[in-house]
């Protein structure tokens, strides 16, 4: 997964529960020039495997201790190979609407 761009989601709120993310990540959109922004919410994200360990993380700490930056890649490479294939597994009609759509508005 190349050009993924993870940062502290500073106060923005999840757009499905409006709750207060954790990370934010930009993803190239397969097919695509463009990219999709997805969030790390504690309430939406609270039932995935994958997300287990980071929402547990950041619900102790604020931000990431130096100590702890490998722990921390390590769990956020797990988020992330999962977004892509949950992505992959919506297969391609889902991922160019979503391409149109993000183009369209921009």
Do not use: I, N
């Not at 919410?41 to 201790?65: K, S």
């Not at 921390?72 to 009609?93: I, N, Q, Y």
Request: aromatic share 6%; with cysteine; net charge negative.
């Amino acid at each position: 997964m190349t050009d993924v761009k993870v940062r502290a989601a500073g106060g923005t709120r999840c757009g499905s529960c409006a709750e207060a993310l954790y990370l934010t990540a930009q993803v190239p959109l397969p097919r695509s020039s463009r990219t999709r922004t997805v969030g790390l919410c504690p309430q939406c994200d609270a039932g995935r495997p994958e997300t287990q360990g980071l929402l547990a993380y950041f619900a102790e700490h604020p931000q990431v201790r130096p100590e702890d930056l490998h722990q921390v890649s390590e769990l956020v490479g797990r988020w992330l190979e999962a977004l892509t294939e949950r992505a992959d597994r919506d297969g391609s009609l889902a991922a160019d609407v979503e391409a149109w759509w993000t183009g369209r508005a921009g």
